[in-house]
Each structure stands twice: as structure tokens, then as C-alpha cells.
């Protein structure tokens, strides 16, 4: 029933979730991503966007070293790529993120700071006013977020949600990270989050166009681009 219910839902990271509410979650982080790669078929229109997720997660956690402060958003990206630290020692992360916490709530190498705030809509995000105080008193080594879209000129974002504790997080961070993937190369938010000066990697994954990663290269001669 666990592979029944992973290959038809349209949103597997709320349904993982409920699952180790219902199943224990050692067992769900164990087969969860494994299990839901081998039963899609390739055609299926989620395998590319998970592959994706996965290949930055792996990415991103290679930065990371003991003895680090680092901070991540409210994003799925994000999400997945605390997947990747939970067998960290001597980091501290900070994270407005329910699932990020939830994560690390029983790995005693990983110290978690929440952000205080308010849930937002999606029932993950903790953001306001109380959230952005909070972000503006602590200083991380690194800041990995996600977003909607980017492009040549900006980082955009789909909604409010969250937007102001990344811009906290970003203005106290020492190096500020973009998690995301190809498909939202070309794709402008509702909501401008940051300028291409304000970032210092992009982790990106290897379906990105050498056009793109120029024209990203020539508006910020100082990014570094992971792929």
C-alpha cells in the first residue's frame, strides 16, 4: 500500500510526512525516495523534477563541514537537502522550515534553531514579523533558499510567504546560496526576492543551458555556478 500511495499522489513531500506519523519515520526516510523512483515510470512528469531536487541536495551538502552555521528556507529544495545532513556532527542550522526541523528532532550532531513566527499557508512556512526579528539577530556562515525564478536580471519569488526572513537571512549570512533547479531558469515570480549581486552560488543541476549560465555570468561576474 506504501508504493500504492507514493506512485498516485501529486505531492509526496505533505504525504511523507503523514507517513511517518503513520509508519515510523526511519522507515519512510529509508524508503521513501528509493521506493518512489523505482515505481513511477520514466515518463511520468515527476521523475525529472525529483532526479533534479536530489542531484543539488548532493551538491549543496558537500559544502558543508563541521563546526558550521548555516541557515535554510521554507523551500522543498531546501527540505531535501536537510535530508542529506542528518548524519552531520557539530553543525548548527537555522531554518524556518517545519520539515527541516522535524528532520533533525533526533540527531543529536545537528543543532536546530526555529525561527519563532507565524504558519503560513502551506502549513511549513513560518514567517511575520516575529520570524524576521528572529532572523536579524543571527549570523550563519552560509544561507541556502530557493525560489520560483531567475534570470539574467533578478530571483523572484511566486508569493509574500517567507520572502521577508530570506532577505534576513541573506543580509547576515557570510555566503548566500541558490538551490534550484534548470526549469526555473527563464521563470519570473510575482514577488523580486534578490539581485544577482546579493548571491554568491547557484546550484543548479546539469540541464542548464551554456547560454544561460554565460548570460547569468555576464549581468554577475562574481557567481560561482555548481552544476
Not at 499522489?9 to 511523507?16: A, R, T, V
Not at 520572502?163 to 534550484?180: E, P, W
Request: with cysteine; net charge negative.
Amino acid at each position: 500500500w506504501v508504493v500504492r500511495l507514493l506512485s498516485a499522489h501529486n505531492n509526496y513531500y505533505p504525504l511523507k510526512v503523514l507517513m511517518e506519523h503513520a509508519i515510523g519515520e526511519g522507515m519512510v526516510l529509508d524508503i521513501f525516495k528509493d521506493v518512489l523512483m523505482q515505481t513511477l515510470p520514466d515518463s511520468d512528469p515527476r521523475v525529472p523534477e525529483i532526479k533534479k531536487k536530489l542531484a543539488i541536495a548532493e551538491s549543496a551538502k558537500r559544502m558543508v563541514t563541521e563546526g558550521m552555521n548555516i541557515a535554510i528556507d521554507g523551500s522543498t529544495t531546501g527540505l531535501e537537502f536537510a535530508r542529506r545532513l542528518r548524519d552531520a556532527k557539530g553543525i548548527t542550522v537555522v531554518t524556518n522550515n517545519v520539515g527541516v526541523l522535524w528532520e533533525f528532532h533526533d540527531q543529536p550532531g545537528v543543532s536546530v534553531i526555529m525561527l519563532g513566527g507565524s504558519l503560513a499557508g502551506d502549513g511549513n512556512t513560518i514567517e511575520g514579523t516575529f520570524a524576521v526579528e528572529h532572523a536579524n539577530q543571527i549570523y550563519v556562515d552560509m544561507f541556502f533558499f530557493s525560489c520560483a525564478g531567475f534570470d539574467e536580471v533578478s530571483i523572484t519569488n511566486s508569493t509574500h510567504m517567507g520572502s521577508d526572513v530570506k532577505r534576513a537571512l541573506l543580509a547576515n549570512a557570510k555566503q548566500n546560496i541558490l538551490i534550484a533547479d534548470s526549469t526555473k531558469f527563464g521563470k519570473r515570480g510575482f514577488l523580486k526576492l534578490f539581485e544577482w549581486s546579493d548571491v554568491d552560488i547557484l546550484i543548479t543541476d546539469d540541464e542548464i543551458s551554456d547560454d544561460a549560465v554565460a548570460s547569468l555570468k555576464d549581468r554577475a561576474p562574481h557567481l560561482r555556478v555548481d552544476i
